[in-house]
């Protein structure tokens, strides 16, 4: 019986839009009829998602799942890298907590998770016309060569036709595909069945010469160039790189000031107050105040509360926050940042790094205590102050308790999630997901004389749809199509 069509796309560099592309894809194929899977077979990203069978995924791999109409699954997305330190990062297996892994061990490690990684993929090709597959990073970083499963390592154990985007938005596309070309091995270059480029600005003739160049030097037909499409930005973002390029709208009724942990977490939290237009989201930037006149300060989720809690005393705002409660400002802490609100954090086991305790912002009057076991769950619950339904995911390690508990922000089932301060004015919630909801937020930018004009899903459903609309005037997907389609004849011709 022949395979499953599928294809992957590679990358000459990261945030080259490889999940953008995927993403816009998977929605041109299913608009087209076709069932289709994403897969990443390894990720690195500390922003997540929790897959419908209970465990962590890429969060690009997420939003690629509601292009392809799709629920997320943990085989979409295998290993996934969570860093913890420069050198060392959560190892994630099938959405488990597999351990915490120094760099050179986990390359070590890496080739014994190909079987795994490869399992994933013939789970979801069951049940799909067509597998589109995000590699990560470059396939021409070969001094991780040895044992990859991200990018060419995965592509000829699997046997799937690669094609390599060229992100023409940082320059020097054409030294760089025309490079990768030249530092791939024979094998994996026969891999690669043409490429694309990505974030055009400008006439796209232009560059007609510079296509006809890679192809003359590679071999590689052109599959088309990809404008730059601003409704991009609508969609999750998978790297905090990403946050580096947030606008925030001058004369915004609400100033929400959100400090950029250098471990920050699931921002896509915040998505939808950035495309509010009453609010004004600045993210403060390592060695910046938090500006005085925002009117609420947002700590979001942190990969290392412990470290990212010294980073934030390191940047002096810690002392900016108390000047910011003194002068009647509101703070919100979500996980990490709920965690960080309180007067103690311990790490008995030094799960987040050397075991020890030390001294929270004390703006709520908890103590949080890191416990062995992960907490991974979609969620639903209720507004306490509003009693408006909410919903969301929970990833945490950890449980916070103390006075304000009492006072919870959020009731899920028949716990109680989250703390408020005496005042009202500082909350925290270890619910991910929150201001997705329509209703929630507009009721919460209510309550500080903001309106709410958004219909957030919404956007995002039109977002993919027109990101979709973009590639197929941009893209041969008849060509890319054929591509993906050559895996199942040879294999079908040979089986």
Known sequence: MPLTSALMIQATGSNAGKSTLVAGLARVLVRRGLRVAPFKPQN??????????????????????????????????????????DTGAQVIVRGQRMGTLRA????????????????????????????????????????????????????????????LAGDIDRGGV??????????????????????????????????????DAVTRMTGWPSLGVVPWLPQAAWLPAEDALDLESNAARDGAACVIAVPMLARIANFDDLDPLAMEPGVALRFVRPGEPIPAEANVVILPGSKSTLGDLAFLRAQGWDIDIAAHVRRGGHVLGLCGGYQMLGKSVADPEGLDGAPGRVEGLGLLDIDT??????????????????????????????????????????????????????????????????FSSDTFRAAWLKGLGTASSLAYEAQVETALDALADHLEAHLDIDALLAIARRRQDTNASTA
């Open 104 to 163: 050179k061990n986990f390359l070590d490690k890496k080739k014994d998770l190909l079987p795994l990684v490869l399992e994933s993929f013939a789970h979801l090709s069951r049940d799909a016309d067509i597998v589109l597959v995000e590699g990560a990073g470059s396939p021409a970083e070969i001094n991780l060569r040895a044992g990859d499963i991200a990018n060419m390592g995965f592509a000829i154990a699997a046997d799937v036709p690669v094609v």
């Open 174 to 211: 054409i030294a760089s595909l025309v490079g990768t070309h030249v530092v791939l091995e024979p094998e994996e270059r026969a891999q690669i069945r043409g490429f694309l480029i990505n974030k055009f600005r400008g006439e796209v003739k232009l560059f007609d010469a510079g296509l």
């Open 44 to 85: 690195m990203s500390n922003n997540a998602a929790i897959a419908v069978d209970g465990g962590e995924i890429g969060r690009a791999q997420a939003v690629q799942a509601r292009a392809a109409r799709m629920p997320p699954s943990v085989h979409m997305n295998p290993v996934l890298l969570k860093p913890e330190t």
């Open 369 to 434: 205590v890191m416990q062995g076991d992960k907490s991974t769950t979609l969620t639903q619950g209720v507004h306490c102050a509003s009693g408006l339904p909410v919903e969301g995911y929970e990833i945490h390690l950890g449980r916070s308790d103390g006075p304000d508990g009492a006072r919870p922000m959020l009731k899920i089932g028949e716990r109680h999630d989250g703390a408020t301060s005496r005042d009202g004015r500082v909350q925290g919630t270890y619910l991910h997901g929150l």
